[in-house]
């Protein structure tokens, strides 16, 4: 944990000092680790799993002022990061390549596609980047499972510490409809394995209940698709439906293709 910071609740809004920063953290202990959460002022996602000595890191940052407030928060937590694992990697290089400077050194672990479109990237020397196998492993010395999830990201899972860190299937607060039903067959899974603590790479950290909001809202999104005439309708009934909700853009991205 922090040298300087008390955690006295289950999530626990962590500012940093500087002035102009654009995101935030949350900091929810579990068992035996800790589970940091970063999201940028766009909703991107990373996350730490802290152990009495070591550092995880899961997915870098999307630009430049996220990677610098996350080295920050890095530093502070001044402990080794023994692995940094890329759940995917997007063909422009914009989607969690910002290194923050604290891991610039850590190895990285993906699965081999992933791999292989980092190393066309350039952004890392290629014996930084290492094969992740799906399968169990220790991670911070805890037994984790890795498997292949939505749009073959890479999901882990803690079962003893009830953590579940799934990149497109756990989209808490932040639009994400799914047209082709993938994403609410897997998280109706995960709601039958006990999880307590859900983390995604867009919007909200979820507890106990994250499957059931986001099972909910995909089922919200497809009776919104079919009783709409066009992609206009169907998301102003969305939106009305989670005002609250960030990252609109991804239903102008995504609705249109539901009515071609």
């Known amino acids: 944990m922090f040298k300087q910071l008390a955690v006295t609740a289950t999530t626990v809004a962590v500012m940093l000092s500087a002035p102009a920063q654009a995101g935030s953290f949350s900091i929810n202990p579990l068992k035996t680790v800790t589970v940091h959460s970063y999201t ?6 990373s996350h730490i799993i802290e152990s009495a000595d070591s550092l995880t890191l899961l997915d870098f940052s999307s630009d430049p002022q996220s990677a610098q407030e996350l080295s920050d928060y890095l530093d ?6 023994t692995k ?5 990697v997007h063909g422009d290089g914009q989607h969690h390549t910002a290194v923050p400077a604290a891991a610039a050194k850590a190895p990285i672990y993906t699965f081999a596609n ?4 980092l190393e066309q990237l350039g952004l890392y020397p290629k014996a930084q980047i290492n094969v992740l196998k799906p399968g169990e492993q220790l991670t911070n010395g805890i037994k984790a499972n890795f498997s292949v999830g939505a749009g ?3 999901t882990l899972s ?7 860190w799934s ?3 756990m989209y808490i607060g932040f639009h994400l409809p799914d047209l082709s039903g993938q994403y609410l067959a897997m998280v109706e899974n995960y709601s039958n394995n006990g999880y307590q603590l859900y983390i995604g790479g867009h919007g909200k950290v979820g507890g106990p209940k994250a499957p059931q909001v986001f099972a909910n809202y995909q089922r919200f999104c497809a009776e919104a698709v079919k009783s709409s005439v066009d992609a206009a309708e169907a998301k102003a009934k969305i939106v009305a439906q989670y005002p609250d909700w960030q990252g609109d853009f991804m239903l102008d991205m995504i609705l249109p293709h539901a009515y071609k």
Not at 40 to 45: C, D, E, I, V, W
Not at 114 to 117: L, Y
């Open 114 to 117: 992933t791999k292989s479109e």
């Open 158 to 164: 803690m079962p003893t510490e009830g953590l579940l």
């Open 40 to 45: 940028s002022n766009h909703g991107s996602n």
């Open 84 to 88: 940094v694992i890329v759940s995917h």
């Open 152 to 154: 073959d990201t890479v």
């Open 167 to 169: 990149h497109h299937s």
């Open 76 to 81: 502070r937590l001044d402990k080794p990061i």
